[in-house]
């Protein structure tokens, strides 16, 4: 038996338009801690890793760990239908082939359950080992978005330095070439608005922004965004849920051979 | 030549 009552419900919605362009299929894997989700997209060069934890539903029942394999583009269109102020319910019966997902409007006025087919899915789990990092920028969410978008109109690359100037995000294309450089800010009326280095070494990395534009679609979830670089390590694009969690996206970097 | 990576260049699977 499992049942998870989420009051803010739109917090689901935004974890699922994060992730639905990037991998079209998931096994969520429930247990009493909370659930959490590993996949690669299609081609093996990103992964996300979702975490929400139980405290932060108002509700969390589990009675035991099980892993249900989600269409996430069907999950999404289910989700969709649930108002953004709308509390969601997730249902599952152990051995059963569908869950539910059940709508309450904040004035209990409208009731809606949708049940959804579940799916087999081989997934291919990545051990992910704790690792230090070169470099770790934080920094708005709005911002790198912002970045990663005006470079994408230039490149198909960008390439992030980090060094104790700051962090430059570079791209070249057959227009010309682009440089955005962010020093270390704090000194700013909100701490979400501050542009933070912590730099252990210097670190220069290149990656397709195709994906890092992808990413930036959980930007709603979190007012900044971390991003975590060493030489011979994906960089991680983490997006914390407040009080529940994160969503983290591992990008492999493009190298010379 | 730059090469696209992939995550099992990094990570194994278990």
């Known amino acids: 038996m499992l049942e998870l009552r989420l009051v803010q419900g739109s917090l689901l919605k935004k974890v699922l338009e994060s992730i639905k362009d990037l991998v079209n299929d998931a096994n969520f894997d429930f247990s009493s801690s909370g659930f959490s989700l590993q996949s690669m997209d299609s081609s093996h060069v990103a992964l996300v890793a979702l975490l929400l934890k139980s405290e932060g539903f108002e509700h969390y029942r589990c009675d035991r760990n099980t892993s249900m394999g989600m269409n996430l583009g069907n999950m999404s269109k289910m989700l969709k239908c649930a108002g953004n102020d709308d509390i969601i319910t997730i249902k599952g019966d152990d051995g059963s082939d569908t869950v539910t997902f059940m709508f309450e409007s904040p004035t209990q006025d409208k009731i809606a359950d949708f049940e959804m087919k579940l799916m087999d899915i081989d997934s291919e789990h990545l051990g992910i080992p704790e690792a230090e990092y070169h470099a770790i920028v934080k920094m708005p969410s709005?911002?790198?978005?912002?970045?990663?978008?005006?470079?994408?109109?230039?490149?198909?690359?960008?390439?992030?330095s980090v060094t104790k100037e700051g962090v430059k995000f570079s791209t070249r294309g057959d227009i010309g070439t682009a440089n955005?450089?962010?020093?270390?800010?704090?000194?700013?009326?909100?701490?979400?608005?501050?542009?933070?280095?912590e730099m252990n070494e210097p670190v220069s990395m290149t990656f397709a922004l195709r994906y890092m534009n992808s990413f930036t679609k959980a930007t709603p979830l979190s007012n900044t965004v971390t991003i975590s670089m060493s030489p011979d390590l994906p960089v991680v694009?983490?997006?914390?849920?407040?009080?529940?969690?994160?969503?983290?996206?591992?990008?492999?970097?493009?190298?010379?051979? | 030549r730059v090469f696209q990576k992939s995550m099992f260049d990094f990570y194994q699977e278990y």
């Open chain 1, 180 to 197: 955005i450089v962010l020093r270390q800010n704090t000194t700013v009326d909100k701490p979400e608005d501050a542009t933070v280095i």
């Open chain 1, 142 to 160: 709005a911002e790198f978005a912002r970045i990663c978008k005006d470079l994408a109109s230039i490149g198909d690359t960008v390439v992030i």
């Open chain 1, 237 to 257: 694009v983490e997006y914390k849920i407040a009080e529940m969690g994160y969503v983290r996206f591992y990008l492999a970097p493009k190298m010379e051979e």
